[in-house]
């Protein structure tokens, strides 16, 4: 097979830490061309989708005494050629949020590629249509109690409801602008204002759940089954519990609970064509839909001894068998 990833720059990647180095190192593994760009090397060239494309070679990283260790260099870029799209067996868009407009005309040249020739991963209207926080919200049965808004006191009065909530914004990764709120707080209104642009931008509310200090489980789902999972455990200065703000992994299994929540997305994903996605679960409750760029394979796999890298390629390798 032929696969195309759009990431960022590769040289800013984390060979040791990063999802989409995970999944290309695998794909070179069991045989297949690796070819990687980046959003602004997309084009479209009569109705077509094309990308400058670089050749890339990935120095496996290797298990040493439970950390990843890269070589160094660990990967080797081709010289740069226009391609179409299309002559790729499946394109993986996989660059980090903010969703803003570079990203959104992105997944429109995307949408120039036969998706009967080559598989996209994820489906680029999947993508536009699944923020990542507000797509969780149709999950009703999963999630906890949440309203989306920019009005400051229907704001105020869902939070003296609760006593305890988390603010998010609708568009951050990697829990930027998270903030625990609650209507005692004097800076109540100043957080509210700065967070909404003075009530022009609406934010996610929801009703704070005490489990998070036992950790929040980022399980990883392959065309709606879950393949893996860790738990994120916040450091001692910060009540996330992101990796990215200096959280700590965790093994852990999928209790009942959560692979029902799995199959309450399931079917849904698989309309919207969002093929790889990592859920976020905290005490049973559903909490985000990551779908632009999810992370967590490096991670299970130290811990489990997994490689769901190899899994994920041979799903495609598998996926188009059966369609050809």
């Known amino acids: 097979m032929k696969l195309a990833f759009i990431i960022d720059p590769?040289?800013?990647l984390d060979p040791c830490h990063d999802t989409s180095i995970a999944l290309i190192e695998a794909a070179q593994i069991l045989?297949?061309?690796?070819?990687?760009?980046?959003?602004?090397l997309l084009s479209v060239v009569e109705s077509k989708a094309w990308a400058f494309l670089q050749r890339v070679e990935v120095v496996p990283v290797q298990l040493v005494e439970g950390r990843w260790v890269a070589a160094n260099p660990w990967y080797k870029l081709s010289d740069s050629s226009l391609t179409s799209l299309e002559t790729m067996d499946a394109?993986?868009?996989?660059?980090?949020?903010p969703v803003n407009d570079s990203y959104l005309y992105a997944t429109y040249i995307l949408d120039y590629i036969d998706q009967n020739k080559t598989l996209l991963i994820n489906s680029p209207s999947g993508i536009r249509g699944a923020n990542e926080k507000m797509y969780a919200l149709q999950f009703t049965k999963a999630i906890p109690e949440t309203i989306v808004s920019a009005d400051k006191q229907f704001i105020r009065q869902f939070v003296e409801a609760k006593g305890a909530t988390i603010l998010k914004p609708l568009g951050n990764k990697a829990g930027e602008g998270i903030l625990f709120l609650q209507s005692s707080d004097r800076n109540?209104?100043?957080?509210v204002e700065l967070s909404t642009l003075q009530g022009r931008v609406p934010v996610m509310v929801q009703t704070y759940l005490p489990q998070a200090k036992e950790g929040d489980k980022r399980i990883i789902l392959l065309n709606g089954e879950p393949i893996g999972a860790l738990n994120r455990l916040s450091s001692a200065t910060d009540f996330r519990n992101n990796m990215a703000t200096g959280g700590t992994v965790a093994q852990t299994g999928i209790t009942p609970r959560e692979y029902e929540i799995c199959t309450q997305l399931a079917e849904r994903l698989r309309q919207d064509g969002l093929i790889f996605v990592g859920i976020d679960v905290i005490g049973g409750y559903l909490t985000e839909v990551n779908v632009t760029s999810p992370t967590g394979i490096r991670e299970i796999d130290r811990l489990d001894g997994t490689r769901l890298g190899h899994q994920v390629i041979q799903w495609i390798e598998q996926t188009l068998k059966i369609k050809k």
Do not use: K
Not at 188 to 191: E, K, T
């Open 10 to 12: 590769i040289h800013q």
């Open 31 to 40: 045989g297949h061309e690796v070819w990687v760009t980046q959003p602004n």
């Open 91 to 97: 394109v993986f868009m996989r660059t980090d949020p």
């Open 188 to 191: 109540f209104n100043s957080i």
